[in-house]
């Protein structure tokens, strides 16, 4: 993946202000951000991952975004800006909507935030997942609390929260206007990507108004050399070359418009969100998304007073989602197309019971929440927050009719889904002694999940359809979880030069409407439903329930006093009670195959060692020379089985060499992953072997405007992705064919070869 930086919204004095007054309320969801900014523009320093000391606990770690002058806003997924968060990295899915992994847990057991909002997939496949709903170049930051999180930065997950930030409001001096823009462009070699940002801002000593609007996108991506053995997709006419990955294309619009008030200690601000994606093609899964719009409008309040402070946010997201095959995929089945033996589907008419015409399936999803919080500022510099929260979340997924097996009526996969959050939460952080800071919190939520009945295409079709919506409709589909968050945090500083950090916390966490309602156990239905790319198909199951977490993690920090070297040691445990993994159906054996899996509850542990720092080599007449690295050791285990747990990261590690000088600002970076031979044997996960890429990339500032230049993957190495999945980007991918059809097991998803990019920022 190419890594660059594009238009940038917030200049990192603002940025610096604003971070200071943030940490002050660093558990809200609203930005502490309004303040009188001067006229001028300064030129713009690059700006590092940073989890220095925070005012409370735990510390999270801040990344910066594009909108901050963030090094890693090359792409045009949010979630890649955790590629320098050490314990952090996702599982590949879309080009812009990979999920965030903190530790080996993923995508719900994460609390995924846009300005405060908790927000989630509308999907089958989870698609949609929060983070894609900004560009990088919207965003100013994101907070990762990994493992252990205050309570009052949200619930309802057990792995932590990944809250991404858009630019707070700035405003002008009394009795002046402030006017500023933007424009970035950016290109890459691989996949002839190309993406456009643009933003404006206006602001008197009260009134902000902002707009910014991006676009990307990309065709299908090649890897570093041949990793398949055949070029047909499934379409007459149409081959890939043996070294395309098939299905990685993207096209995607967004849209943010920004108005604020602020009137002394008060201030109002309301944010409309507006994505637009024609689509989004998937090379680890089945079906593509062919359409993605949502909007959502966020009303947020915070203000001072003389007892401390206060916060209020609402906000409603509707999303319309659509998936069907996109063009590197069979659109034709049924027998009058070829049946299935045939490698190609051939155009048959008239659609009916021996026709189909692709297989749409759609998926609508409103949103709404409330959230307030208190927070009171006692003797002693003890702090008291307390706050409630409101979630409703209501989902439609349902398939008509196209033909062949998916026919005469529309399949309910789920109707009328409900889930429904109550919470309520009281944190105090106080200094029990000198150069000691604790806080302790407590959270408990009700949550009340429900679905309506269940249809399939046709009550006598294949796959004991009638059957199965029958007993679904005939059980009691309402449940009602209360989950229980605990979080213990210290800090200790001895001395300057050494920071002690450690937690312990329990969280739990209610299972999401696609691991309780998804009912059918026909190959072709269960293979729709799956979110974690692994051609696997999946069956939900009613009787889940909730996850209890316990998580015990330390850091230890050594520096400079002037933080010109750094060291950090986070060693963490996680054991996990009723761990929603998978168990396989009757009669689904076998290892080198896709295979049905019903979720179930089991116990789970997982454990590791975070290490990360950098240091300041020299400093001469050729300029400035240092050196950044992580490397992360983590396992995970089914502790019922036995078994791995799955798309955990093997050992890896991440180093750069960099260099200032004048306008000059360069780096050569090595990534490498050790082989990955502990899977997920009920999956079925695929091994992969281990690999090192060379990235360099050097960046030019002159004036306003910065040029950035880089090669990923230099010397163009062929390697598979250890968390991306199984490749099923083309072919007869909506069931599992025999040979010599495809897609068959065994084939992992490639990272991207050799990539040229470029990127340029202007601010005006």
């Known amino acids: 993946m190419a890594y660059s930086s594009h238009s940038l919204t917030i200049h990192p004095g603002r940025w610096r202000r604003h971070a200071v007054a943030a940490a002050a309320v660093l558990a809200t969801q609203v930005p502490t951000a309004w303040a009188q900014t001067p006229a001028a523009v300064p030129a713009l320093p690059d700006v590092q991952v940073r989890a220095d000391r925070e005012t409370v606990l735990p510390s999270p770690a801040r990344v910066p975004g594009a909108a901050a002058g963030g090094s890693r806003a090359a792409g045009f997924d949010i979630s890649e800006l955790l590629a320098d968060v050490p314990g952090a990295y996702t599982y590949e899915a879309g080009g812009v909507s990979r999920l965030p992994v903190i530790r080996g847990l993923a995508d719900e057991r994460l609390r995924l935030q846009i300005d405060g909002m908790d927000l989630y997939a509308a999907c089958p496949n989870h698609m949609n997942t929060p983070l894609s709903y900004l560009d990088p170049g919207q965003v100013e930051r994101v907070r990762v609390w990994a493992g252990i999180a205050p309570v009052s930065a949200g619930g309802d997950a057990i792995g932590g929260v990944v809250a991404a930030e858009t630019p707070a409001p700035t405003f002008a001096a009394p009795g002046q206007t402030d006017t500023r823009g933007e424009v970035g462009v950016s290109a890459r070699s691989n996949g002839h990507a190309w993406g456009l940002?643009?933003?404006?801002?206006?602001?008197?000593?009260?009134?902000?108004?902002?707009?910014?609007?991006?676009t990307a996108e990309a065709d299908n991506y090649r890897a570093g050399g041949v990793f398949k053995g055949y070029d047909f997709t499934g379409r007459a006419g149409h081959t890939l070359p043996r070294d395309e990955v098939g299905s990685s294309a993207y096209r995607t619009r967004n849209h943010l418009l920004g108005a604020a008030l602020q009137d002394g200690a008060h201030l109002w601000e309301a944010k409309l969100y507006v994505q637009d994606m024609p689509y989004q093609l998937y090379p680890n899964q089945r079906m593509d998304l062919l359409g993605n719009d949502s909007t959502k409008l966020n009303l947020r309040y915070q203000g001072r007073t003389e007892w401390g402070r206060l916060q209020a946010s609402l906000w409603h997201e509707k999303v319309e989602h659509v998936m069907d095959f996109g063009p590197d995929k069979r659109y034709w089945y049924g027998m009058a197309s070829g049946g299935g033996s045939s490698v190609n589907g051939n155009p048959c008419n008239p659609i009916g019971p021996s026709c189909a015409a692709g297989m749409p399936m759609l998926t609508d999803s409103t949103t709404t929440g409330a959230k307030a919080q208190a927070e009171w500022a006692l003797d002693g510099d003890a702090t008291l927050r307390t706050g409630a929260e409101l979630h409703r979340f209501r989902l439609d997924d349902y398939w008509p009719p196209s033909g062949a097996g998916m026919w005469p009526g529309t399949f309910w996969n789920?109707?009328?889904?409900?889930?429904?959050?109550?919470?309520?939460?009281?944190?105090?952080?106080?200094?029990?002694?000198?150069?000691?800071?604790?806080?302790?919190?407590?959270?408990v939520e009700r949550v009340r999940t429900d679905a309506g009945p269940a249809a399939?295409?046709?009550?006598?079709?294949?796959?004991?359809?009638?059957?199965?919506?029958?007993?679904?409709?005939?059980?009691d589909r309402q449940r009602r979880f209360t989950t229980h968050d605990l979080a213990l945090t210290a800090r200790h500083t001895p001395r300057p030069t050494f920071e002690l950090e450690f937690g312990l916390a329990h969280k739990e966490r209610a299972p999401g409407l696609y691991e309780l309602y998804p009912w059918s156990s026909w190959q072709m239905a269960a293979l729709m439903n799956n979110f974690v790319g692994d051609g696997n198909g999946y069956v939900g199951n009613p009787d889940l329930r909730k996850e209890r977490a316990n998580t015990l993690s330390a850091s230890a920090d050594w520096h400079a006093e002037d933080r010109s070297w750094a060291l950090r040691v986070a060693p963490h445990l996680t054991q996990v009670e009723d761990f929603i993994d998978a168990a396989r159906l009757p009669n689904q054996v076998g290892n080198q195959r896709f295979v049905l899996l019903r979720y179930a509850n089991v116990s789970a542990r997982?454990?590791?060692?975070?290490?990360?720092?950098?240091?300041?080599?020299?400093r001469n007449d050729a300029g400035q020379w240092g050196v950044r690295g992580q490397l992360s050791y983590l396992k995970g285990r089914n502790r019922s089985t036995g078994d791995g747990l799955y798309q955990v990261l093997p050992l890896n590690a991440r180093v750069s060499v960099t260099h200032r000088a004048g306008a000059w600002d360069s780096a050569v970076e090595l990534v490498a992953v050790r082989a990955k031979t502990d899977v997920s044997q009920v999956r079925n996960e695929v091994r992969t072997p281990g690999f090192a890429l060379l990235n360099v990339r050097t960046a030019y500032r002159l004036g306003r405007g910065k040029l950035e230049l880089g090669i990923d993957n230099l010397f163009d190495r062929?390697?598979?992705?250890?968390?991306?999945?199984?490749?099923?980007?083309?072919?007869?991918?909506?069931?599992?064919?025999?040979?010599?059809?495809?897609?068959?097991?065994?084939?992992?998803?490639?990272?991207?070869?050799?990539?040229?990019?470029?990127?340029?920022?202007?601010?005006?």
């Open 197 to 214: 940002r643009l933003g404006a801002e206006h602001a008197t000593d009260t009134w902000h108004l902002s707009y910014r609007f991006a």
């Open 414 to 443: 789920i109707r009328d889904g409900q889930r429904d959050r109550a919470a309520l939460y009281a944190e105090y952080q106080w200094t029990p002694a000198p150069l000691w800071t604790a806080q302790a919190g407590w959270r």
């Open 456 to 475: 399939g295409y046709n009550p006598s079709g294949g796959g004991n359809q009638g059957a199965e919506a029958a007993a679904f409709n005939a059980r």
């Open 606 to 618: 997982l454990y590791g060692v975070d290490l990360s720092g950098h240091a300041t080599l020299a």
């Open 718 to 764: 062929l390697y598979n992705l250890p968390t991306g999945g199984a490749y099923l980007g083309q072919g007869t991918t909506m069931t599992n064919p025999t040979p010599p059809n495809v897609p068959q097991w065994g084939t992992a998803v490639p990272g991207p070869g050799r990539t040229v990019w470029v990127t340029y920022q202007q601010t005006f």
